[in-house]
């Protein structure tokens, strides 16, 4: 018989209390608020409307109309569960579907759609580099892409963030060093919604041989004509090797993609480990997903109105004097500096009404603790101001500003 874990007199798990209580003192213990109801610009979390500036829902497709339809008829044709990994039978003609019109709208020969731009991460990385190769990383890459070069046991050079030269000195160093090399970034950095320098990093590649890939999870929908991405925000077209995005963000819905060429996509069909070894994407996932492309490809009122919202916002916060950091997007990081006083700030602005989630460490550096504000084009410009008014308050009474 199995003795009772709880019985047992060392609790082999009890240093896990120890930890908990050590990130309720230093402030990085975070209260997952609970949603009772769809995501949108006004959210109900216990039971009261509050201003929802925490979503990546940039668009506001999450509850769309189209999406939802979209979802309901690909439950009806094709069911609930995939049944299997893509590469044995939960390959449907509506991921096929969705794959192509992909490819068509981010303009590359091919994409491969997986459950989540994490997956698309872990599946990419591993594939294209080994141990004999080498990866250069943006020093603020997202967990998935750390993850995801961890996965593939290559040695990993961390340059300065958005630093070109600081790349170049590394592949300089490394001119004669055998095997392939991989330079990664984001393509806009999720915690200071700063955009990477991808016009010199593309120069950097070329020169060296290197590889290029952009994980633009906060670029698809929001960059570029009509939310092409950080590609088509700089007409970089055929010179980054690899794009990563998610559609769990501006596109509203669930899952992540690699767009490149044919033989990029058909190799990760072969090797992506997600791919072979996860289950699909649902159906209604992928519906959704093939209506949020068609409705962004056939209109960008969205994108334009997420900008015209950001900027307004940025600028008025600005004015108001708080420093957003160095944020060339939507993501409104409101610089605070320890961890506590950001979470103190976050739950007072949660009792005026606004949900603006505290960031500390480990998703930022120590020491860099901020508000981070999510701008949506669901926003109207009376929610912006009411927004505004409460960081003016809060601010104000906490000596921020
Ligand atoms: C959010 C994010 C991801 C993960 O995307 P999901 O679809 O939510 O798994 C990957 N990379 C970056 C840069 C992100 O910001």
Request: glycine share 10%; aromatic share 6%; proline share 5%.
């Amino acid at each position: 018989m199995c003795p009772s874990p709880s019985t047992g007199k060392q609790d082999a798990l009890a240093f896990l209390a120890d930890e908990l209580e050590r990130l309720k003192e230093a402030g990085l213990y975070n209260v997952i608020r609970v949603l009772e109801g769809p995501q949108g610009p006004w959210v109900r979390i216990e039971g009261r409307q509050v201003l929802n500036l925490c979503s990546n829902n940039y668009l506001g497709l999450a509850n769309h109309p189209k999406l939802r339809q979209a979802a309901c008829e690909a439950v009806e044709r094709f069911g609930v569960g995939p049944g299997a990994v893509r590469s044995i039978a939960g390959t449907m003609s509506l991921h096929q579907d969705l794959e192509r019109r992909l490819a068509a709208f981010k303009g590359t020969e091919a994409t491969v759609v997986f459950q989540s731009g994490f997956k698309a991460n872990l599946a990419v990385i591993p594939a294209l580099v080994g141990k004999d190769d080498v990866i250069y990383s943006d020093e603020l890459n997202h967990a998935s892409i750390i993850d995801g070069c961890r996965l593939s046991r290559a040695p990993i050079r961390v340059y300065p963030h958005c630093d070109p030269q600081g790349l170049a000195a590394l592949l300089e160093e490394d001119r004669d060093r055998p095997g392939r090399k991989l330079v990664i970034t984001d393509g806009v950095f999720s915690m200071d919604g700063d955009i990477a320098p991808l016009p010199e990093l593309a120069d950097l590649a070329a020169a060296h041989g290197a590889i290029l890939m952009v994980d633009d999870a906060h670029g698809e929908g929001v960059l570029g004509s009509h939310g092409r991405g950080v590609v088509d925000h700089f007409g970089l077209h055929g010179r980054v090797h690899v794009e990563v995005g998610t559609l769990s963000k501006a596109l509203g819905v669930m899952g992540g993609f690699v767009a490149g060429s044919a033989a990029l996509v058909e190799y990760l069909k072969q090797r992506g480990r997600p791919f072979i070894f996860s289950s699909a994407l649902t159906p209604a996932d992928v519906a959704a997903n093939l209506a949020a492309v068609e409705l962004l490809a056939a209109d960008d009122s969205l994108v334009r109105r997420l900008w015209d919202n950001a900027r307004y916002f940025k600028t008025r916060l600005r004015e108001l004097g708080f420093d957003t950091g160095r944020s060339q997007t939507p993501i409104t990081p409101v610089m605070i500096g320890e961890a506590e006083r950001a979470s103190a700030f976050s739950r007072r602005l949660f009792e005026a009404g606004v949900f603006a989630q505290a960031i500390g460490f480990p998703t930022v550096p120590r020491g860099k603790a901020r508000i981070r504000a999510m701008i949506s084009a669901g926003h109207s410009r009376a929610d912006l101001d009411f927004a505004l008014d409460v960081f003016d308050q809060v601010g104000r009474a906490m000596h921020l500003i």
